[in-house]
């Protein structure tokens, strides 16, 4: 059974920074693309960044861009999201998924598993 597990979410003041870190486990992952969403209470979840299954290529949201960096780490089957200038509006939890295509997405749907997700708060 494949598994995700998010960590290094927190509470953080506006300008900060935090690193979230996914481990997968329970499958071969190393020609899967691996994204990160992020979902505010009442919002619907968000697309936050993709990387490809050789990390070569990444994929950010617009309005992410310059502040966030998706990488992986295929040895320890490992995708981080490094978060920079945080902002309040950047509160939400964040949520790692794999999908089977070497291609990230920017589409939920075409994830397969997602990890619980992780808190991350701003504060102003």
Partial sequence: QVQLVESGGGLVQAGGSLRLSCAASGGTFSSSAMGWFRQAPGKERDFVAAI?????????????????????????????????????????????????????????????????GTQVTVSS
């Fill in 52 to 116: 490809t299954w050789s990390g070569r290529s990444t994929y950010h949201a617009d309005f992410m861009k310059g502040r966030f960096t998706i990488s992986r780490d295929n040895a320890k089957n490992t995708v981080y999201l490094r978060m920079d200038s945080l902002k309040p509006e950047d509160t939400a939890v964040y949520y790692c998924a794999v999908t089977s295509r070497s291609r990230g997405s920017a589409s939920a749907s075409d994830y397969d598993f997602w990890g619980q």
